[in-house]
């Protein structure tokens, strides 16, 4: 059942299905699976991102993303931890769904929100089990209403005075790579 009903994000959640089915039932080892799994995931990840030009309407490639990540989580029980390729491949999809969150409207529409939220809880305590964590900078997105919905944030991007141990707490919640993403998207943007 999908969630996320739209037919794309149907057949996405299907395809990543069939390559973890493939994956548990391979006859190869263990690190040639996973090194099939990650380029076969990878190759369907591009073509169906592909669909969409994030210019125009990013809220797509952010529904990809979602069901990528989760989708990758559920199978990572099943991957070789010497495949190199596994921890690489999750972060890169992780750090590009963030930098894609950091371009989106100040609010993303509720569902897809609320699919995200939960999508990166499951996640993250999946790749916990596994042993891994990467997912830090989406799980503390994710606990947010929004990716700039920070009551911190906002003060700080506002320039209003704030308690210092606010700020350090806030400094703590997004982690030094969330904040670097976040200063070079500002700075982009020129505010």
């Known amino acids: 059942m ?9 057949e996405l959640r299907e395809r990543f299905q069939g390559l973890t089915t493939a994956l548990k039932e391979s006859t190869k080892s263990p690190l040639e699976a996973s090194l099939l799994f990650c380029q076969d995931f990878c190759q369907v990840l591009v073509e169906h991102a592909g669909r969409w030009k994030t210019d125009e309407d990013p809220l797509p490639l952010l529904e990809v993303y979602t069901i990528a ?14 495949c190199e390729n596994v921890p ?8 590009s769904c963030a930098e894609l969150l950091l371009l989106l409207p100040q609010h993303v529409p ?4 609320e699919e995200f939220q939960s999508s990166m ?10 042993g891994s964590s990467p997912l830090r ?6 606990q947010q209403d929004g990716v700039w919905a920070n009551a911190t944030l906002s003060s700080i991007l506002s320039n209003q005075t704030l308690q210092t141990e606010h700020v350090h707490q806030y400094l703590e919640l997004e982690g ?13 943007v020129d505010i």
């Not at 809880?121 to 596994?130: D, F, N, T, W, Y």
């Open 2 to 10: 999908c969630a996320l009903p739209s037919p794309p994000a149907c």
């Open 121 to 130: 809880k499951v996640a993250h305590s999946l790749l916990q089990e596994s």
């Open 176 to 188: 030094p790579t969330l904040l670097n993403m976040r200063i070079k998207h500002l700075i982009k």
């Open 137 to 142: 900078l989406l799980t503390s997105l994710a």
């Open 69 to 82: 990540i989760l989708s990758f989580a559920k199978a990572s029980s099943c991957l070789s931890s010497a």
């Open 88 to 95: 690489l491949l999750l972060e890169k999809l992780a750090l």
């Open 110 to 113: 509720g569902a897809l929100w």
